[in-house]
């Protein structure tokens, strides 16, 4: 099984992700970490190198990849069995957001990159950017309608609490 998982961040794509692997015993990935080279102070990795390393996960039988739904990784949208798409308003997405730094500053929640009043910052403008392009998204994944689910807050935490 092939499944994507697109949504704003801090929508849940990472819990949806874990508890989907569990169930099916599939590798998943975030695709920040493709964009973003952890092991080299967070620089961004250039577009030949992160399309190499997404189309390496691409090719594997099965797999749980999650994103903002960024143009870059559109070919995995036409690979996947399943799209999750989390719908979460802006304002839930603001107060996620500031929740996840807090409880990464005090050690409750892990995080990929250091936690700090300037990632929270970033973090804002990549709502914004995300919501500006929202509609553009969903038209695009709406081509793929007969495998889209749609989750709103309420169907994400029924899947969580299950």
């Known amino acids: 099984m092939k499944i994507y998982i697109i949504g704003p961040p801090a929508s849940g794509k990472t819990t949806l992700s874990k508890i989907l692997s569990k169930k099916y015993n599939i590798e998943s990935y975030e695709l920040d970490c493709i964009v973003w080279d952890d092991n080299n102070n967070y620089v961004k990795r250039d577009d030949k190198t992160i399309k190499r390393m997404f189309n ?76 500006k392009k929202e509609k553009r998204k969903l038209d695009y994944i709406n081509k793929f309608k007969d495998k889209v689910i749609y989750l709103d807050k309420d169907k994400l935490n029924e899947l969580e609490n299950r």
């Open 56 to 131: 390496d996960i691409l090719v594997k039988d099965s797999f749980i990849i999650e994103d903002v739904g960024r143009s870059i990784f559109k070919e995995g949208l036409k690979k996947c069995d399943k799209i999750y798409y989390i719908k979460i308003s802006k304002l839930e997405a603001y107060r996620r957001v500031i929740k996840r730094l807090i409880n990464q500053k005090i050690g409750k929640e892990s995080y990929n990159y250091p936690p700090s009043f300037r990632a929270l910052i970033d973090m804002f403008r990549v709502i914004n950017s995300y919501y």
